[in-house]
Structure formats: C-alpha cells, structure tokens
Nanobody, 121 residues
C-alpha cells in the first residue's frame, strides 16, 4: 500500500489549505484513515481520523472547528481541509492507514511521506 500526500505549502495566518492523500495498492474503502502532524522538535501527534464508513470522525481539540477530514472512496483519496490556519499549525502533515479511526499511533498500519505546511504570522 502506498500513500501520496500533497497540497502543503506556505500560507498566511487565517488562510486555508486543502491536503490530499491518494492511496494505491489496497482496498481504500476497507481502511480507516488519519492525518497526523509533526512540528520541528516535537513528537508526531494526532490531527483527525475518519472511519471506513465515514460516520466516526474524531478531531484533536486544537483543530476542532477549523479542520475537516473527508474521504472519496471513488478516488481512493482522503482530504484535510484546513481553515483559519495559525502559526502553531506549522508542521509536516502525514496521512496514514489506520486500524480504526482513533488518535493512537499504535493503530497506524501505513504512513504516507508527509507534506509541509508553513503558516506565517
């Protein structure tokens, strides 16, 4: 299974970006998917996840109300719409295939390569 993340870049505070993660080599609809991020000098942490059905969608408190995760099973792609971005959102963002829609790193089965998001103040 391969995951290809894209959509990162430089944006001003208050702006928006949409990340995409295309999955190949497996049966996408059978996977829960997640987004995680890692800022310089910090541990990788949970951002959002979505279950196979799309009915369970947990978010980290720090992004709740600003970020939206979604999936398109026809395109084998998961998205992360990020609005009202803050400088503290600056990180490398990773998509992942998960055992379930949870915040646990131990639930990760496959990682994508990461895409850098930089939010300037």
């Amino acid at each position: 299974v391969q995951l290809q993340a894209s959509g990162g870049g430089l944006v001003q505070a208050g702006g928006s970006l949409r990340l995409s993660c295309a999955v190949s080599g497996g049966t996408f609809r059978d996977y829960a998917m997640g987004w995680f991020r890692q800022a310089p000098g910090k541990d990788r942490g949970f951002v959002a996840a979505i279950s196979r059905s799309g009915r369970r969608i947990p978010y980290a408190n720090s992004v709740k109300g600003r970020f939206t995760i979604s999936r398109d099973n026809a395109k084998n792609t998961v998205y992360l719409q990020m609005n009202s971005l803050k400088p503290e959102d600056t990180s490398v963002y990773y998509c992942a295939v998960c055992k379930s829609a949870s915040h646990y790193l131990t639930d990760i089965v496959y990682w994508g390569q990461g895409t850098l998001v930089t939010v300037s103040s």
